[in-house]
């Protein structure tokens, strides 16, 4: 079976597929990295996927490198094959039910004793001296003129061709019923077999065992079937900053993600997962840890390290570890395109890109399919449901887009907002519902557009509330109490203005916003439109934060310690992005100035707080809420209004007058204060 490590030489020119010699892109970042220009190939010396290939190309290549291939079953007891595949048809060895059976309590007769039998013409019929319940089989026959007690579930005597249902009788006295409508023959009988036949074919191969089908084999009296044996999967995490869940973060790490994602993944896909950990970015321990997973497994699932950078190993580990080797390393993918693939003497080997979203997105589109295939399972059928796109998306061309989407009921039909587009944020996952898909010839999906959206659970729950603006921690707190009462509340960070757009086509029930007008020195209120309508929010305290220990800054106003700051050269400070309401206070204070570290712009308050925590910088400008949950120091500068626009035309719905109670309650209130936020 084992043949020769194969060389890494030569393998990626092997595959001639589509060429897309000039990517400069090396990681899915996401970070909107434009389209790549198609005829720079001088900047791309190193081996940096030469090859791009299709996703279509890629899935061919794999599937073909991969099958026919054929796991061996084994035969489980009904409860322990849940969930897998039937290896091989079951045939009914019995016939369901084996007896012909009374369907209801009453009696056992020959119908052609009732065939004339009416109101008018009571027919009288001996009864027979037993009664058949259930689990007894009768020993007398019905005779001409008897009738024969039986209860739901017994078996039809011999002689009798019908039941009488018990409420359809009178005693007449002496061992006799009076009968008093007619019977057609087979009333009220299940014949031997009418359920399941003899030799029919229960369930087929391939079938995946649920509650139904071990309800069927039971029926049959079958008490263990032959399944395709789970795929063993082992899945690995790679890179040197990967700290497991429930570790403690040390300074520069992040929690592994992957390994928890791809093992439920596997195991949802009828795969046998076993994770083995994050292992470093270290060739020679990671090369020890493959072969042996390899050895133990059927399949190796790995992540990270799938670029071509001097820490990435992986790829060139999976290059000696069996023939073909490396199918495929770059797919036309976003996110996505690290995304590498491999067969090592008949084991699917993949490296999945670094980023979850990424990650996930691939593991779903690219190998999903085959885990089911060999798991025995049929292709996974997911929910689809059609939405219009609000706003246009730009996608790159030459690539298939994922992009996740968060669905909201529009005047007409269903609305797909897209969220979290390649952000790498497994967070964006919460907020979506589904994702869909921009075929690689395309550029765009304009607004407007008709798209098909595919559930990430089988059913869309449209939600009762739906807030689309600005984002603030504060809403966390006001539709608590909504969401306990069993209100879905979807909140879809898009800023204040992208929410006002969102109110203005009635695809919202409330817009967060907070916008200052210049010129009437007042907040939100000039930027209502006709059907919106203003409900106050609470304020934000804004202001500068520093570290506790700083002494630069202790005991200053806002306008002295910026000035504090401007007059010390090693100062850094963080600022935030053009357009956000911060950035226009933060470049009042600095009335023209520009010292180090303004062009540092992170886009939330909280990136602010990590960045002077982590003395990465000195002092920025964030909401005290924010500032207190770092612990840094604060000094108030300017109050911020965080109000709502109403649609108006949905203000009479029973989520939005719960979400106004609930911001008008004493809870409510006391919930903002206790959080540093000043309720209007
Ligand atoms: P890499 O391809 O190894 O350079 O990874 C690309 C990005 O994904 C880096 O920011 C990594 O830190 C991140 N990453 C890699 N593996 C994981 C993981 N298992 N969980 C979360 N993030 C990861
Ligand atoms: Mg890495």
């Given at each position: 079976m084992s043949k020769m490590p194969a060389s890494n030489e030569g393998k990626q020119q092997r595959h001639s597929g589509a060429r897309d010699s000039a990517n400069t892109e090396s990681r899915d970042s996401g970070s909107g990295a434009g389209a790549p220009s198609r005829n720079d190939t001088s900047r791309f010396e190193q081996d940096q996927f030469l090859t791009i290939l299709s996703r279509e190309e890629a899935l061919a290549r794999f599937e073909a490198a991969l099958f026919p291939r054929q796991l061996p079953s084994e035969r489980w007891l009904l409860a322990d094959a849940l969930g897998r595949a039937l290896a091989e048809d079951v045939v009914a060895?019995?016939?369901?039910?084996p007896f012909d059976r009374s369907n209801v309590d009453g009696f056992a007769v020959r119908s052609a004793d009732l065939a004339r039998a009416g109101e008018a013409a009571p027919v009288q019929l001996a009864l027979n001296g037993e009664t058949i319940s259930c689990g007894t089989a009768p020993t007398l026959p019905a005779l001409p003129g008897t009738a024969t007690a039986i209860a739901t579930g017994g078996p039809v005597p011999r002689g009798a061709d019908a039941i009488v249902m018990?409420?359809?009788?009178?005693?007449?006295?002496?061992g006799t019923i009076e009968v008093r409508r007619a019977a057609s023959p087979g009333q009220f009988v299940s014949y031997a077999g009418s359920d399941i036949a003899r030799g029919e074919a229960l369930l087929r191969a391939g079938t995946m065992i649920g509650s139904r089908e071990i309800g069927m084999l039971a029926a049959c009296g079958i008490a263990d079937v032959r399944v395709v044996r789970r795929p063993r999967v082992a899945i690995l995490s790679t890179g040197d900053e990967l700290v497991q869940p429930g570790e403690k973060l040390r300074p520069a790490a992040i929690y592994d993600t992957n390994g928890a994602i791809v093992t439920a993944a596997i195991a949802e896909n009828g795969g046998d997962a076993s994770f083995l950990g994050a292992i470093a970015d270290n060739e020679a321990m990671l090369e020890a840890v493959m072969r042996k997973a390899l050895a133990d497994s059927d399949m190796l699932v790995l992540s990270g390290?799938?670029?071509?950078?001097?820490?990435?190993?992986s790829h060139r580990i999976i290059a000696r570890?069996?023939?073909?080797?490396?199918?495929?390393?770059?797919?036309?993918?976003?996110?996505?395109?690290p995304l590498c693939l491999a067969v090592c003497d008949g084991k699917p080997v993949v490296i999945l890109p670094g980023f979850p979203t990424s990650a996930m997105f691939t593991f779903h589109d690219m190998i999903v399919p085959a885990l089911r295939r060999m798991a025995g399972l049929p292709p996974r059928s997911d929910a689809k449901v059609a939405a219009k796109v609000p706003v246009r998306i730009a996608s790159e061309l030459g690539r298939t887009e994922f992009v996740m989407v968060s669905l909201v009921e529009g005047a007409d039909g269903l609305i797909a907002y897209p969220g979290g587009?390649?952000?790498?944020?497994?967070?964006s996952f919460a907020q979506a519902d589904g994702f869909l898909k921009i075929e690689a010839l395309a550029d765009q999906l304009p607004a407007g557009s008709e798209a098909e959206v595919t559930l990430f659970?089988?059913?869309?729950?449209?939600?009762d509330l739906v807030i689309v603006g600005s984002h603030c921690t504060g809403l966390d707190l006001v539709t608590a109490p909504l969401a306990h009462a069993g209100l879905v509340v979807r909140s879809i960070a898009v800023g204040s203005l992208g929410g006002l757009a969102a109110a203005k086509r009635g695809e919202c029930d409330l817009a967060p916003i907070h916008l200052f007008d210049d010129?009437?020195?007042?907040?939100?209120?000039?930027y209502l439109a006709d059907g919106l309508e203003l409900v106050p929010g609470w304020r934000r305290m804004q202001g500068i934060v520093f570290?506790?220990?700083?002494?630069?800054?202790?005991?200053?106003s806002a306008e002295q310690a910026v000035r504090a700051a401007l007059a010390d050269p090693a100062c850094i400070m963080v600022n935030r992005n053009q357009g956000a309401g911060t950035r226009i206070l933060i470049d009042r204070l600095l009335a023209g100035s520009r010292p180090?570290?303004?062009?540092?712009?992170?886009?939330?308050h909280n990136a602010v707080a990590a960045a002077v925590a982590q003395h990465r910088a000195d002092w920025g400008m964030t909401i005290a809420p924010v500032a207190d949950a770092s612990g840094l120091g604060f000094i108030p500068h300017a109050e911020e209004h965080y109000d709502f626009a109403l649609v108006t035309a949905r203000k009479q719905r029973p989520a939005v007058r719960a979400f106004l109670d609930a911001l008008a309650s004493n809870e409510g209130r006391a919930a903002l204060t206790k959080a540093g936020f000043r309720p209007a």
């Open positions: 060895p019995i016939d369901v039910p018990v409420e359809h009788t009178q005693p007449a006295g002496h390290g799938t670029s071509k950078g001097a820490g990435d190993v570890l069996g023939e073909p080797g490396i199918i495929a390393h770059g797919v036309a993918l976003k996110p996505g395109k587009k390649g952000s790498g944020a497994i967070t659970t089988p059913h869309v729950r449209v939600p010129k009437t020195e007042t907040y939100n209120t000039p570290r506790k220990d700083d002494t630069r800054f202790a005991g200053l180090d570290g303004y062009w540092n712009q992170p886009r939330s």
